[in-house]
């Protein structure tokens, strides 16, 4: 199922011109796991194909670290030592996790934390996830947060989605006034 995932991905890129950016795990021939980071786009060839540049990177062990950091937070009960385990969160390859935090946690402060996390991030995924975010996000401190981030970095078609469904003056306001400067 991921493969196909992968996979799909991929050939998306590939129809849009859009740069890719998956991370999957391989089975190593002596049975332990590694985890891989890869991006890149693909370009049209002077003879009309499509070839591919990226890179491919060795995120193993990023993601056990990680894992680590989530085990310890999820047993953690200190709110100090919790923000600073996402605070070290937000390095890591756990995207999935942050935006659990992000959208199940009762305490705003350590929300915030794994916004900022996402935030950091800075890939088109991140972004999707901030949106979805964005909609949902009940604590005005957080939504500020991350429509600071949205306006600061998303694409004008991404603002105009925004746009439309927000209902807050003020925020429309702002989203209209970055549509007017962007070039």
Known sequence: RRRRRIAAQLHACLRSSDPFDVEYRMRHKHGHDLWFRDRGYFIMTVDG???MIGMLTDITAAKESAEALWQLYATESSLELKREILHNMRFTTQRDRLLQIARTDGNSDLRRAAVQGLVLDRTPQATDLLLGLYRNEKDPAVKRQILDHLIGTSSAATLVQLARQETDPAV???????????K
């Open 49 to 51: 194909g499509r070839s």
């Open 172 to 182: 429309r306001k702002r989203l209209v006034e970055r549509l007017s400067t962007m």
